[in-house]
Antibody, heavy 124, light 112 residues
Framework: QVQLQQSGPGLVKPSQTLSLTCDIS??????????WNWIRQSPSRGLEWLGR?????????EYAISVGSRMTINPDTSKNQLTLHLNSVTPDDTAVYYC??????????????WGQGTTVTVSS | DIVVTQSPLSLPVTPGEPASISCRSS???????????LDWYVQKAGQSPQLLIY???NRASGVPDRFSGSGSGTDFTLKISRVEAEDVGVYYC?????????FGGGTKVEIK
């Protein structure tokens, strides 16, 4: 059974960097059948996809334009986890953040596993 | 970016009655590989979203068969044949044919 366990601070000061970790069990961050996504949810934006990383002979990273150059997703194969870094945060980045797995096995099987969510508040 | 629009915003339903949610995209979700990349998710109170339907009409593991998805191209529908109290939540469609992945605004299903 695949599980995603999120961790990270609940409060970040404006202009600082938000870092969240998603620990993966039951699958591998370097799986050729998965893509690992970060999504956030706020009352103003709804569910907003932020980006994803996946391994297909080499690592690929895709990011939403809305967070573009502020965001990086780092896969760590030694710890089997992925980390989101979002720099220069503002109160507008206040949201619940989720990691989620998209899965393919020949065909596509949706975003089938989600982390428990981390509530992040950006405030001084 | 693809725009994804859901309706209605709110859907009060009587237990045992059917319910239907519409999802429309600004571009076709049909990929060149022949698959149409439209998913449905439900978020129950205090929980993370969970997968209901993938590729328009395929139920995820453990999803009751009262849930069904249909549609093609840009127009899609999620149907609940007979709503049960446990179906209360916010339902989202999501296009996955291209990045950025886009979720619809959500439909809140509540019991009358």
């Amino acid at each position: 059974q695949v599980q995603l366990q999120q961790s990270g601070p609940g409060l970040v000061k404006p202009s600082q960097t938000l870092s969240l970790t998603c620990d993966i069990s039951g699958d591998s961050v370097s799986s050729n059948s998965a893509a690992w996504n970060w999504i956030r949810q706020s009352p103003s934006r709804g569910l907003e996809w932020l980006g994803r990383t996946y391994y297909r002979s080499k690592w690929s990273h895709e990011y939403a334009i809305s967070v573009g150059s502020r965001m990086t997703i780092n896969p760590d194969t030694s710890k089997n986890q992925l980390t989101l870094h979002l720099n220069s945060v503002t109160p507008d980045d206040t949201a619940v953040y989720y990691c989620a797995r998209q899965w393919w096995r020949g065909s596509y099987f949706g975003m089938d596993v989600w982390g428990q969510g981390t509530t992040v508040t950006v405030s001084s | 970016d693809i725009v994804v629009t859901q309706s209605p915003l709110s859907l009060p339903v009587t237990p045992g009655e059917p319910a239907s949610i519409s999802c429309r995209s600004s571009q076709s979700l049909l990929h060149s590989n022949g698959y149409t990349y439209l998913d449905w998710y439900v978020q129950k109170a205090g929980q993370s979203p969970q997968l209901l339907i993938y590729l328009v009409s395929n139920r995820a593991s453990g999803v009751p068969d009262r849930f069904s998805g249909s549609g093609s191209g840009t127009d899609f529908t999620l149907k609940i044949s007979r709503v049960e109290a446990e179906d209360v939540g916010v339902y989202y469609c999501m296009q996955a044919v291209q990045v950025p992945l886009i979720f619809g605004g959500g439909t809140k299903v509540e019991i009358k």
